[in-house]
């Protein structure tokens, strides 16, 4: 019985190496950390970009057609990374509720910041009408841009803490200088 208990381990152990060393396994597979990882970051750039590029518009077409167009774009990307973020649920870490609920806190905060895009635009009759309006929907960019670098701060301790979430950051391409440190 001995020998038989010994063989068994020895063939458990040379499996659990062969896994190890990726042999038999599918090297594509992402883990579902690795996944929710990849989720937020890709939220995140496509946020940011979008806001450059609705800047960009803004600039070359200052008129109230062009602020009307670009605070509806801003508003659209913001629901979406919104959207997204609620989706994302926790990550399967240490600390992924403390991450969920920043990022549901995230995701809160800019629920607001949407509505007063919203309604900075809207009814904008004159130029002064639509300086303010400007001025307000360039604000309230900056504050979801500091607020989202605030939660990424947050999750990169987070990260700092938990070895699972660091991985996980650090195997989704898409954070790739996304969360602060990584």
Same mark, same amino acid.
């Given at each position: ?7 068994? =381990? ?11 060393? =990726? ?19 890709? @939220? ?26 670009a605070a509806a774009d801003a508003e659209a990307t913001t629901r979406t990374?919104i959207d997204t973020v609620k989706g994302l649920g926790a990550p399967d870490?240490?600390?992924?509720d403390e991450a969920k609920a920043a990022v549901d806190s995230l995701a ?25 309006? @400007? ?6 960019? @900056? ?40």
């Amino acid at each position: 019985m001995n020998g038989r208990v010994r063989a068994l =381990g020895a063939t458990l152990l040379a499996g659990a190496v062969l896994a190890a060393a =990726g042999c038999g396994g599918d090297d594509n597979q992402v883990s579902a950390s690795t996944q929710w990882a990849g989720d937020l970051c890709t @939220a995140v750039n496509t946020w940011r970009n979008s806001i450059a590029t609705t800047a960009s518009t803004l600039t070359s077409n200052p008129t109230r057609d062009g602020l009307e167009q670009a605070a509806a774009d801003a508003e659209a990307t913001t629901r979406t990374m919104i959207d997204t973020v609620k989706g994302l649920g926790a990550p399967d870490t240490t600390s992924g509720d403390e991450a969920k609920a920043a990022v549901d806190s995230l995701a809160t905060s800019l629920q607001s910041d949407v509505e007063t895009i919203k309604g900075a635009v809207e009814g904008v009759s004159d130029v002064q009408g639509l300086l303010a309006a @400007a001025s307000t929907v360039s604000s309230t960019v @900056a504050n979801i841009s500091t607020q989202l670098s605030s939660t990424l701060d947050e999750l990169g301790a987070l990260r700092d803490s938990d070895d699972e979430l660091k991985q996980a950051f650090s195997d989704a391409d898409s954070c790739d200088g996304v969360i602060p440190g990584s």
